[in-house]
């Protein structure tokens, strides 16, 4: 375990320091284009990306995957998943360039046949990246994807950017996505040496593992995707925009918190997966540590979301204000179980994961719908942070069926850290009653120098004042205190 935990920890700095870059670069690019596009223009690519993530889920064979938990894949092996990808990339371009017409017409705006073509090539792009890199995640390597996931934000961003402020268009979320894109190809091929060969073997090795995992994932696109359709066809693409920009924003700060981390983590669990002690014990440790720093992100995001959108983004984006403060909420409370995918997959039981997104749809669907149509927007995001609220609990379900952990054991693992939110979250909020009402830049940027370091303040105190109160026990701080060391050792000795 030592070994693994070292490795991890290795890893994560790597991308703890790309994900650094990649966040400030993301975040830059994303409050630079919503000064110079509008609402529309984000739902109107957002749109197409929601048609496109559709389709490509339909067809999604979770090759990756399958290479990482293969004993011992073979050149051949990689070649077989590269042609597959390559050939699959192809079939949907043309598809989807063959759909954008259709589409047009039934959304009735006739931008989204360029928009759906461009976005088509782009899915031909991704196809065909070198599909070597995944040794290096079975190796927990990581040095590789800063030099990847940096080179294709920088150079995205700097190309949708700069289209934004000279052309004020949609296109700059277009092209960007296409030049990213490119860019991550060129470069997969240049830290990995790999040269694909047109193989078609090994197929039932792969669709043996990827069969319930591709259907999860085309019910959970499903899941999570149809609500922007119906809100693109029923309320237009400026709502759209408003829902698509706030739940991006209200995932920011919980994803980049925990990237550098759970993306080591499937990798992990698959190499103690036939060590039920051992697995057992890693996923407590490493889901308390994940929703120790997911927790105080997203739900610190929520409670500073008024000032922080007025002050970055203007009041034209204030209808977002409402829901990056629910589903911020929502995504930081998620992560109480959201670990179940990594750690169904390392046990394959795939199925088991796709009897749980089908359930979910089926719940979701139905209670999204209504409340859209009986209330708009706002009905939607209450019904997302319902059914949000519920998945968390299935996926902790779905946990003790496959660890044995109970789902109070669950909770009892994460206690001082909900304990420290509450207690954040109550004292940043009392304290913006008391400041006075801000309607300008300076006054809105005060209201954040305050609050913000009151929270962390709060947080921080209270986790620590908590857990060293209860006798220092096995937790997300000593592990948080033991990386700090390895840190500052590797600095000193470095």
Not at 98 to 127: H, I, Q, T
């Amino acid at each position: 375990m030592s070994s693994i935990t070292g490795r991890l920890i290795k890893g994560s700095m790597w991308l703890s320091l790309s994900r650094a870059i990649v966040n400030g670069l993301a975040t830059l690019s994303t409050f630079v284009l919503a000064w110079y596009l509008s609402p529309a223009d984000f739902g109107l690519v957002a749109l197409a990306t929601t048609m496109l993530l559709i389709v490509t889920t339909v067809t999604e064979l979770s090759l990756t995957q399958a290479l990482i938990r293969h004993e011992a894949p073979t050149e051949s092996h990689f070649s077989a998943a590269w042609t597959l990808n390559a050939t699959r990339g192809l079939i949907l371009c043309l598809f989807f360039a063959a759909c954008a017409w259709p589409a047009s017409v039934v959304y009735e705006d006739p931008r989204l046949f360029g928009v759906m073509v461009a976005l088509g090539f782009s899915v031909l792009l991704g196809s065909m990246t070198n599909p070597r890199l995944i040794m290096l995640q079975r190796k927990l390597i990581f040095w590789q994807e800063f030099v990847l996931s940096v080179s294709q934000k920088f150079v995205g961003v700097v190309v949708a950017v700069a289209i934004a402020i000279i052309f004020h268009s949609y296109w700059a979320l277009v092209v960007g996505t296409l030049v990213s894109q490119a860019t991550y190809l060129v470069t997969s091929y240049l830290v990995v040496p790999f040269r694909p060969r047109i193989v078609f073997k090994h197929m039932r090795e792969f669709f043996s593992f990827s069969a319930w995992l591709t259907a999860g994932q085309i019910v959970n696109t499903l899941n999570w995707r149809f609500d922007h359709l119906l809100i693109g066809k029923v309320l237009g693409n400026a709502q759209l925009g408003y829902y698509t920009f706030g739940s991006n924003l209200a995932r920011l700060p919980t994803r980049e918190a925990t990237a550098p981390l759970t993306q080591t983590i499937y990798p992990s669990f698959a190499t103690i997966r036939d060590d039920p002690g051992r697995l057992a014990a890693a996923y407590q440790r490493v889901q308390a540590l994940v929703a120790a720093i997911a927790l105080p992100a997203g739900i610190g995001v929520a409670v500073i979301a008024d000032p922080l959108v007025r002050l970055t983004l203007g009041e034209k984006w204030a209808p977002a204000i409402f829901i990056i403060q629910s589903l911020a909420s929502v995504y930081a409370l998620q992560t109480l179980g959201s670990l179940v995918q990594p750690l169904g997959m390392a046990k394959g039981k795939t199925r088991l994961l796709f009897v749980r997104d089908t359930q979910m749809l089926f719940v979701r669907v139905p209670i999204i719908f209504g409340a859209l149509m009986l209330y708009g927007l706002e009905g939607v995001i209450y019904s997302r942070v319902f059914t949000g609220l519920l998945g968390a609990l299935v996926n902790m379900v779905l946990v003790k069926h496959f660890i044995g952990v109970t789902v109070l054991e669950q909770l009892a693992a994460n206690g001082r850290a909900l304990a420290s939110i509450a207690i954040m979250a109550a004292g940043v909020l009392f304290a913006s009653t008391w400041l006075p009402a801000a309607n300008d830049s300076v006054g809105l940027a005060w209201q954040l120098a305050i609050l913000v370091p009151l929270g962390a303040v709060l947080y921080c105190g209270s986790s620590f004042g908590l857990w060293l109160s209860m006798k220092r026990p096995d937790g997300p701080e000593r592990e948080i205190l033991n990386i700090l060391g390895k840190i500052l050792s590797k600095v000193r000795h470095g």
